[in-house]
Structure formats: C-alpha cells, structure tokens
C-alpha cells in the first residue's frame, strides 16, 4: 500500500498521538475493526526504512503501520535503537499509551552509522491511572475482556510512524485542547457502535 488511497477525497492521515493509540493501535490490539482499515501490518525486523513505500501506509514523508512487539529492532541492512526517553500518552486523565522515539543506523548494531530515519512506536499501557482518574484500571480490564484480549494479547501490537528526519515531520493538525474533529466523532461512534454490539452477543 503506497498511500491513503481508500480515504475518500479531500482527507489526509495525520493523526494525532492519542488518535493513534485509541482509535487505532487499541483496536486492533482488542481484535476489532480499525475504521478505516488502511493501516497495514508489516513485519519491522524484515525491511529498512527506505522500503516502506508499497508495504506501509504513506502520509506525505511519513509511513505508518501495525507490527509486533519486539525487543529486537535488526533489519536487513541495519537496527533501530532508543534515542530518549519514553513519553507518556495521556487520554481523558488516563495514561493509555507510551511513545518509544527510536534512529536507524546501517550496519551491526552498536558499531552501525547513525542515519536520519527516525521512527514513533507506540504501546499500550491499558488504561494505567493518571492526573485524578481513579476508574481507569478497572475500565480498561473490563474493555479488554468484553472483547476477549487478555493483557498479554493487547501488548503484543505496536503502531509505528517512520520519516526520514530531514525532510521534516510533517505534524499533526490536531492541537491540545481542542475539540473533537468531524473524523474524531465518527471513530468515537464506531467504538461506542461496537462496544454495545458486542455486550448484546
């Protein structure tokens, strides 16, 4: 997939960090459809980061896509590594994710050149409390198993957003504090949609 081919005309595919977590990477950790379905699965240790195009889903100078979780970041011709350290992604008080930021370097790993692809790979965290929340363990336990996913499951999934850093990272629109966009209300009632489906079965 080289594109956002299946978004209808006029849309882009700029989400923001929490748009990624919630609407995307919990989904498909909790084995529901992500809505759209454009973002596709690739193997991370399989290719280098200039071979994205046709295998992940193209933004402007920006790649995203689902992988596993692993440790073990070697591709054919080089390695990812952690650059710092780990940012917390927060939603409506809660601490639902964490955002890795790693470099790609060419050739054996701690002896590799350092090059400037730079890749987000985000996790969950399942609902950890945070700010004031005192309700965000026990929600997130009880999503997980309206949906059968244990936390093993749920942990097994990353979503990825790879750029080469000297074109620039083309950012969200989404700003902090805003409101709710047009696509964010659809994805909302799609969740909600699902959610009481399945409670119905």
């Not at 390695?79 to 809660?94: H, K, M, P, Q, R």
Request: charged share 20%; net charge negative.
């Amino acid at each position: 997939m080289g594109g956002a081919s299946d978004l209808p005309p006029g849309f882009q595919f700029f989400p923001s960090d929490e748009e990624l977590v919630v609407h995307f990477l919990r989904r498909k950790a909790s084995l529901l459809p992500c809505q759209p379905d454009i973002v596709p699965t690739v193997t991370l240790n399989h290719f280098d980061p200039w071979e994205l195009n046709d295998k992940a889903l193209q933004a402007g100078n920006q790649w995203y896509f689902f992988s596993h979780a692993t440790q073990i970041r070697v591709t054919p011709n080089g390695y990812w590594s952690s650059v710092c350290a780990d940012e917390t992604i927060e939603s409506g008080g809660c601490n639902i994710g964490i955002k890795k930021t790693l470099v790609f370097s060419i050739g054996e790993p701690s002896k590799g050149i350092e090059t400037n692809w730079i890749m987000h790979e985000y996790h969950l965290l399942d609902g950890r409390k945070g700010g004031s929340s005192s309700t965000a363990t026990s929600s997130s336990k009880k999503f997980h198993r309206n949906q059968g996913c244990s936390n093993k499951e749920s942990n097994s999934w990353v979503i990825c957003r790879v750029f080469d850093s000297t074109c620039g990272s083309q950012v969200s629109f989404h700003e902090e504090g805003m409101e709710l966009s047009c696509l964010d209300e659809v994805f909302l009632s799609l969740d909600d949609y699902d959610e009481v489906s399945l409670s119905n079965n």
